[in-house]
């Protein structure tokens, strides 16, 4: 068995624990297969080993690979932070995009989505430990943005998504996906049906599960440790 092979296996078994820790079915849970910063060699070898939906971060090092698995039947997500000159490539190669977190950003999705394709489905990224350096809308504001979103042709608003301050606290983990999970409620009880909690990464996973996360993005706990170099600016 490969290295990618007994960590997808290692990953989907920790998944369907700690979902059983919750009362929860692991079914009600995607894994997302970070993929940034590795080749497409890596993407192939885990779709053999039944992973279909991979997240991306860096637009041009994503479009070389979604060219190079054409082959495959992908479902290609970008997780990384929206430039306005990067939105057309990411409207018309993704089927999903995790990291909207400005109108104007949506307003060029939904505009540059071909017609030929399903509606782009969206997630709202939240910063929800207010870190200067995370990209994210305020708490205070999602309920307006999301209303605002939703009413744009092209684009499905599923849900929302956060990168909580990193932490080996399980309860201040808790804490901060149980806050995502209550303005999700919010949003819901403002009518606008929304099914998708994107949160929870390799190191913080159980605890996003057990506050409700549907959608749990894992990188290095499949392909190992990232080697950044240089990346577009």
Same mark, same amino acid.
């Given at each position: 068995?490969?290295?990618? $092979? %007994?960590?997808?296996? $290692?990953?989907?078994?920790?998944?369907?624990?700690?979902?059983?820790?919750?009362?929860? &079915?692991?079914?009600?849970? #995607?894994?997302?297969?970070?993929?940034?910063?590795?080749?497409?060699?890596?993407?192939?070898? $885990?779709? =053999?080993?039944?992973?279909?939906?991979?997240?991306? %971060?860096?637009?041009?090092?994503?479009?070389?690979?979604?060219?190079?698995?054409?082959?495959?039947?992908?479902?290609?997500?970008?997780? @990384?932070?929206?430039?306005?000159?990067?939105?057309?490539?990411?409207?018309?190669?993704?089927?999903?995009?995790?990291? +909207?977190?400005?109108?104007? #950003?949506?307003?060029?999705?939904?505009?540059?989505?071909?017609?030929?394709?399903?509606?782009?489905?969206?997630?709202?990224?939240? &910063?929800?430990?207010?870190?200067?350096?995370?990209?994210?809308?305020?708490?205070?504001?999602?309920?307006?943005? $999301?209303?605002? +979103?939703?009413?744009?042709? &092209?684009? #499905?608003?599923?849900?929302?998504?956060? +990168?909580?301050?990193?932490?080996?606290?399980? %309860? +201040?983990?808790?804490?901060?996906?149980?806050?995502?999970? @209550?303005?999700?409620?919010?949003?819901?009880?403002?009518?606008?049906?929304?099914?998708?909690?994107?949160?929870?990464?390799?190191?913080?996973?159980?605890?996003?599960? =057990?506050? @409700? %996360?549907?959608?749990?993005?894992?990188?290095?706990?499949?392909? @190992?440790?990232? &080697?950044?170099?240089?990346?577009?600016?």
């Amino acid at each position: 068995m490969t290295t990618i $092979a %007994s960590n997808l296996q $290692a990953v989907r078994a920790a998944i369907s624990a700690s979902a059983a820790s919750a009362g929860r &079915n692991a079914d009600e849970i #995607t894994l997302l297969a970070v993929s940034k910063t590795f080749p497409a060699g890596t993407i192939r070898e $885990a779709f =053999a080993e039944g992973q279909r939906c991979f997240a991306e %971060s860096y637009v041009q090092e994503a479009i070389a690979k979604i060219s190079a698995l054409k082959d495959l039947a992908v479902e290609w997500h970008f997780i @990384g932070p929206i430039q306005s000159n990067k939105t057309r490539p990411i409207a018309e190669n993704f089927a999903w995009v995790h990291s +909207v977190d400005r109108l104007k #950003t949506a307003e060029r999705l939904s505009l540059q989505r071909p017609e030929n394709l399903p509606p782009l489905q969206l997630c709202l990224q939240v &910063n929800i430990s207010d870190e200067e350096s995370k990209s994210g809308v305020a708490p205070e504001e999602i309920g307006d943005l $999301a209303e605002a +979103v939703a009413k744009l042709p &092209n684009l #499905t608003l599923r849900g929302l998504m956060a +990168v909580p301050a990193p932490g080996d606290d399980e %309860s +201040v983990q808790r804490a901060a996906f149980a806050e995502l999970r @209550g303005l999700y409620e919010k949003i819901n009880r403002m009518g606008l049906h929304l099914d998708t909690l994107s949160m929870g990464m390799s190191d913080d996973f159980p605890a996003a599960i =057990a506050e @409700g %996360s549907t959608m749990v993005r894992i990188g290095s706990a499949i392909f @190992g440790r990232r &080697n950044y170099h240089e990346r577009e600016a």
